[in-house]
């Protein structure tokens, strides 16, 4: 698999047929728009295009006012839908055809409506709540809330907090004069409720000295009558808005059966808003538009055959070096590379003129994973767990995740069956707790058995990896035309790699020293002045500490190998302590669920580092631009391409 070459894109046609040709392009998925960047640069041409109007806004208000109405119904008239059940299936046609559009639009704006006299219902709800518990406290005095007193006698309600004891506040309101009176009218937790009575010139005097022990003023303005007949009357007013909420409620539930179709216009209008933002990127006159962008080169045919059903002039360019950094990357990947992607994208894209390395990487992504996991019992789950996923035709990282499940699932699996690892030694234990007999899955080795030997295999293993990425750097060097790099910069270290192999195998040291001396010619030959003498040393010492640490990183293969297995064992062991069968199966389960989500979790990032710090950092150039073609928007169904 490669990166895909791309093709500039440039075309000029009628005016009258630029909504037909934009509809054709969002049909084929296989153009990404710009602006025309070789007419713009022309002063004499910039000066008679003017930028394009597609409706872009008011497509984006429509949608807008369509995710809302289904952020209603979800609230309020959810469907019951089965755990990662797959998106309808609609043929292009048929999601293409706006014939119902207005319709939907319709509704969506009565069902927002509806949502917005429910938000002022429920806020008169909550605002009647709060006046009815503040009148709660009232309730037992039977004398009009806004009576202020007689001719010469004033009325006050007052409170102060639990705490302050009534006596103190009779003493306060005493001091300013001793005609007063206070009538304790409720109590609770946070507060004391009572009637002041005083002379009327006197009342004033009366409250100044009572807040000094903490007491408020209570007032109603515009309220009329007793607490108690304010209270019931409210109630009354709570009963209307339940009622009217209910009605509201039920009839938006009404058009329950219209989710899909709201959905289907949502994603309709999501791909109008795609056309016109496209659509806004041309430039044109009062007879002609100009559009230019990229395409991939296998798609020139199709594009070609597309554009002769238009009045318009177009041509196809190979991007010039320096619009490299500029062109969109699209990889080639086929099923079993695809699920890489979930990696590369985390990372950074290639650049246009780098190296795809989903289908390099993809033999020691799987390989490393499931020799970190190495446990049937976890593989199988993995598998089902993947096919699962997969049933759901997820989109994006889901589905890259999905088939990354079912691969390192088989890895792990396999691996799990050269170790004897089923749920660590799960099958051991019943056997022992069932039968009193000792059993073993068989196995080449065990992570505990065999440590020394797994951590040399998984050093071997990582100094095949990164051999590989040199022998990718290799050739991309050679291909550049930087020959002496190549030779001095990776043939010389493998020749010192296979020295030291001689070394230790065929007792020669001979390949050794012809690799030591490339070392030291590599800078004397490519070097300048005393870069010459310096570069010796810089290096051998950038390059044995790198070499050797990174080799060092692939001991965490062994690592999570032996601490997973380790892990359910315990478990396992820790099950078998009662000797109950069925208390060992419970303990059992639960330990290696959680074994299971952590090592899933852990042996991806650890199979992500050592790619992308170990491996990449061999050959790989980042930076890449992602293709975003002008296609078919849609989150709630799948499209079938006729």
């Known amino acids: 698999m490669a990166i895909v070459k791309m093709k500039k894109l440039r075309v000029l046609a009628l005016r009258e047929q630029r909504d037909e040709l934009m509809r054709q392009l969002l049909r084929l998925g296989c153009v990404e728009i710009r602006e025309p960047e070789w007419m713009l640069s022309d002063p004499e041409a910039a000066a008679l295009l003017r930028p394009e109007r597609a409706g872009l806004t008011d497509a984006r208000n429509q949608e807008a006012e369509l995710t809302a109405a ?51 219902v429920a806020a008169d709800q909550t605002r009647i709540r709060d006046e009815i518990e503040s009148l709660r406290p009232w309730e037992a005095l039977d004398m009009p809330l806004e009576t202020a007193g007689t001719k010469t006698c004033g009325l006050v309600l007052a409170t102060v907090p639990a705490l302050v004891d009534m006596e ?26 009572f009637l002041v009575i ?10 100044d000295a009572m807040r000094s022990v903490g007491c408020t003023p209570v007032t109603f303005p515009g309220v009329t009558g007793t607490a108690s007949d304010n209270i019931a009357a409210r109630k009354r007013e709570l009963e209307n808005l339940d009622v009217r909420s209910k009605n509201l409620t039920d009839r938006i539930a009404q058009e329950k059966d219209r989710t ?65 950094p500029d062109v969109p990357v699209k990889l080639k990947n086929n099923f079993i590379t695809k699920p890489m992607n979930m990696v590369t994208e985390m990372y950074s894209l290639p650049a246009y003129t780098g190296v795809d390395p989903n289908p390099l990487m993809f033999p020691f992504f799987i390989l490393f994973y499931g020799m970190m996991m190495a446990d049937m019992g976890y593989g199988i789950l993995m598998i089902i767990l993947g096919l699962v996923l997969k049933k759901s035709r997820p989109r994006g990282m889901i589905g890259y995740m999905s088939g ?7 890895s792990t699996f396999l691996f799990g069956a050269v170790t004897g690892g089923f749920f660590g030694d799960f099958l051991t234990q019943v056997v022992k707790l069932t039968s009193g007999k000792d059993f073993a899955l068989p196995s080449l080795f065990t992570p505990l058995d065999d440590t020394l030997s797994i951590l040399i295999g998984s050093m071997a293993l990582g100094l095949v990896h990164i051999i590989t990425g040199m022998a990718v750097s290799f050739i991309r060097k050679i291909k550049a035309g930087q020959v002496l790099d190549a030779v001095f910069e990776e043939v010389t270290w493998w020749v010192v790699f296979l020295g030291l192999g001689c070394m230790f195998l065929l007792h020669t040291n001979i390949v050794l020293y012809a690799g030591l001396v490339m070392v030291i010619a590599g800078p004397i030959i490519t070097g300048k002045g005393m870069g010459k003498i310096t570069g010796i040393f810089g290096s051998l010492y950038n390059h044995v500490t790198g070499f050797f640490g990174d080799i060092l990183s692939y001991s965490r293969l062994m690592a999570l190998m032996l601490a997973g297995s ?10 078998a302590i009662p000797g109950n069968i069925v208390i060992f199966v419970l303990i059992s389960m639960v330990g290696n669920a959680l074994n ?24 790989y150039e980042d930076g890449g631009k992602p293709f975003r073609p002008l296609d078919i928007k849609s989150n709630f169904v799948d499209i079938v391409k006729e």
């Open 566 to 575: 380790v892990i359910a064992q315990v478990f396992n062991t820790l099950g």
């Open 404 to 410: 990354l499940l079912l691969m390192g699932g088989v």
């Open 260 to 324: 899909f179709y709201l959905r289907l216009t949502a994603d309709r209008l999501a791909t109008r808003v795609a056309q016109a933002e496209a659509a806004e990127k041309l430039r044109g006159t009062d007879s002609i538009v100009a559009l230019e962008g990229w395409c991939p080169a296998p798609a020139v045919d199709e594009l070609t055959k597309c554009f002769r059903s238009f009045d318009c002039a177009w041509e196809f360019l190979d991007p010039a070096e320096d619009e490299y």
């Open 168 to 193: 103190a506040v009779a003493d306060a309101a005493e001091s300013a004069t001793e005609d007063v009176q206070l009538i304790l009218v409720s109590q609770d937790e946070q507060q004391k409720n």
């Open 198 to 207: 005083a002379l009327k010139e006197d009342m004033p005097a009366v409250l």
């Open 70 to 120: 289904l952020k209603v119904m979800d609230q309020y008239a959810p469907e019951k839908k089965k755990l990662l059940s797959p998106r309808p299936l609609v043929a292009e046609d048929d999601f293409l055809d706006e014939q119902s559009l207005a319709e939907d639009l319709a509704l969506a704006r009565h069902i927002n409506g509806w949502e917005a006299k429910l938000r002022r």
């Open 596 to 619: 299971f989500a952590l090592n899933l979790l852990g042996c991806y990032v650890h199979d992500l580092r050592l790619q992308c710090l170990e491996f990449f950092n061999k050959f």
